[in-house]
């Protein structure tokens, strides 16, 4: 299958630059597989989609203020980098930004002198593993100097200290409680601790689970076709409390209903729901038959991203991209700051 046929036109003002201005002011598209009805509701509708015993999968990691700022220790030059991941404690995969690429062995100044690294390996597309050192925790250090680790479509002209102080608290779900994301799992920034409970009291469960978001999981495809596609790894935890929740609702008739792809890519690894922990790089594409999913939350996604062919083969391609046509003829807001659709 073609990677252009995932293709479709966005006018770049509905690219959303900013969070609207509550988590509960989003816009919710509801598309029903079955008939193809498409509805135009708020994420607080969300109430009326969902009843008892439905369980509701929410993906709980944290994203870290992974963007910092420093410079060779040499020359001074400036860099900025993104930390990916921690691959063995102290060792970081990164992206990095520099006007001339250190030399493996050479030093950096990190984060006002609060840190200190050394070039390990490097990589391809701006990638490197760095060895970072620090008299205190690390995560203390970004949490006073690191920058949320906003996705490229997001540019804004200046970023203001308030602005960076905003986007510290709304880059990130309200029940994030696991560090290690290097991008936000975006459809559950639209839940309130309000919304939340307003679905636990009419009998919806809620199972949370992990898996650390990389930025491979943003990145469009650029294979002619998508089967050749390299698909990236992504570390998942399942516990045993949430598995149980997951299958009583299953039991008893509910439906799994997967809060983002993050979540439906964990789903969606295991044979069996169970409590696991490990590394999936699934790609779900049509044809694909879920065993674990019933309906998902979801984003608007980029062209020709995995993400959007997973959404293909949960609602069927040409489904979709009609559902994409409505948005963007409703001026629907897309990307991580953008609105949602709950396909069912």
């Given at each position: 299958?073609?990677?252009?046929?995932?293709?479709?036109?966005?006018?770049?003002?509905?690219?959303?630059?900013?969070?609207?201005?509550?988590?509960?002011?989003?816009?919710?598209?509801?598309?029903?597989?079955?008939?193809?009805?498409?509805?135009?509701r708020c994420i607080t509708s969300i109430v009326d989609y969902l009843r008892a015993p439905d369980v509701l999968v929410l993906n709980n990691t944290k994203v870290i203020p992974a963007r910092i700022f420093g410079h060779k220790a040499a020359s001074g030059g400036k860099a900025e980098l993104l930390l990916l991941e921690e691959t063995v404690p102290g060792?970081?995969?990164?992206?990095?930004?520099?006007?001339?690429?250190?030399?493996?062995?050479?030093?950096?100044?990190?984060?006002?002198?609060?840190?200190?690294?050394?070039?390990?390996?490097?990589?391809?597309?701006?990638?490197?593993?760095?060895?970072?050192?620090?008299?205190?925790?690390?995560?203390?250090?970004?949490?006073?100097?690191?920058?949320?680790?906003?996705?490229?479509?997001?540019?804004?002209?200046?970023?203001?200290?308030?602005?960076?102080?905003?986007?510290?608290?709304?880059?990130?779900?309200?029940?994030?409680?696991?560090?290690?994301?290097?991008?936000?799992?975006?459809?559950?920034?639209?839940?309130?601790?309000?919304?939340?409970?307003?679905?636990?009291?009419?009998?919806?469960?809620?199972?949370?689970?992990?898996?650390?978001?990389?930025?491979?999981?943003?990145?469009?495809?650029?294979?002619?076709?998508?089967?050749?596609?390299?698909?990236?790894?992504?570390?998942?935890?399942?516990?045993?409390?949430?598995?149980?929740?997951?299958?009583?609702?299953?039991?008893?008739?509910?439906?799994?209903?997967?809060?983002?792809?993050?979540?439906?890519?964990?789903?969606?690894?295991?044979?069996?729901?169970?409590?696991?922990?490990?590394?999936?790089?699934?790609?779900?594409?049509?044809?694909?038959?879920?065993?674990?999913?019933?309906?998902?939350?979801?984003?608007?996604?980029?062209?020709?991203?995995?993400?959007?062919?997973?959404?293909?083969?949960?609602?069927?391609?040409?489904?979709?991209?009609?559902?994409?046509?409505?948005?963007?003829?409703?001026?629907?807001?897309?990307?991580?700051?953008?609105?949602?659709?709950?396909?069912?």
């Amino acid at each position: 299958m073609k990677t252009d046929l995932f293709n479709y036109e966005l006018p770049p003002e509905l690219i959303a630059q900013h969070p609207a201005e509550r988590r509960d002011m989003a816009r919710m598209m509801v598309l029903h597989r079955d008939t193809g009805l498409i509805e135009h509701r708020c994420i607080t509708s969300i109430v009326d989609y969902l009843r008892a015993p439905d369980v509701l999968v929410l993906n709980n990691t944290k994203v870290i203020p992974a963007r910092i700022f420093g410079h060779k220790a040499a020359s001074g030059g400036k860099a900025e980098l993104l930390l990916l991941e921690e691959t063995v404690p102290g060792e970081w995969k990164v992206l990095m930004k520099t006007s001339r690429r250190p030399k493996i062995g050479e030093s950096l100044i990190l984060c006002s002198g609060k840190a200190r690294a050394t070039m390990l390996y490097d990589g391809e597309q701006g990638e490197a593993v760095l060895k970072i050192e620090s008299d205190r925790p690390l995560m203390e250090i970004l949490d006073e100097e690191g920058v949320p680790p906003l996705p490229p479509y997001i540019a804004r002209k200046e970023q203001s200290a308030d602005q960076i102080a905003i986007d510290k608290q709304r880059y990130q779900t309200v029940y994030a409680s696991a560090p290690g994301a290097a991008a936000a799992p975006t459809a559950g920034l639209h839940f309130t601790p309000e919304l939340l409970q307003t679905l636990e009291n009419q009998g919806v469960g809620k199972a949370e689970l992990t898996l650390h978001v990389g930025l491979g999981t943003f990145r469009p495809v650029s294979a002619e076709l998508i089967t050749d596609h390299d698909m990236h790894h992504e570390r998942y935890a399942v516990s045993k409390e949430a598995a149980r929740t997951i299958n009583a609702a299953k039991q008893a008739g509910g439906r799994v209903v997967a809060v983002g792809s993050t979540s439906v890519r964990t789903l969606e690894s295991l044979p069996a729901i169970e409590q696991a922990e490990g590394s999936t790089n699934i790609f779900i594409h049509p044809p694909y038959a879920f065993r674990n999913v019933d309906a998902i939350l979801t984003n608007f996604h980029l062209p020709k991203s995995t993400l959007l062919m997973m959404m293909s083969a949960f609602a069927g391609r040409e489904q979709m991209l009609r559902a994409y046509e409505t948005a963007v003829q409703e001026k629907y807001r897309f990307f991580s700051y953008g609105d949602c659709m709950l396909i069912l």
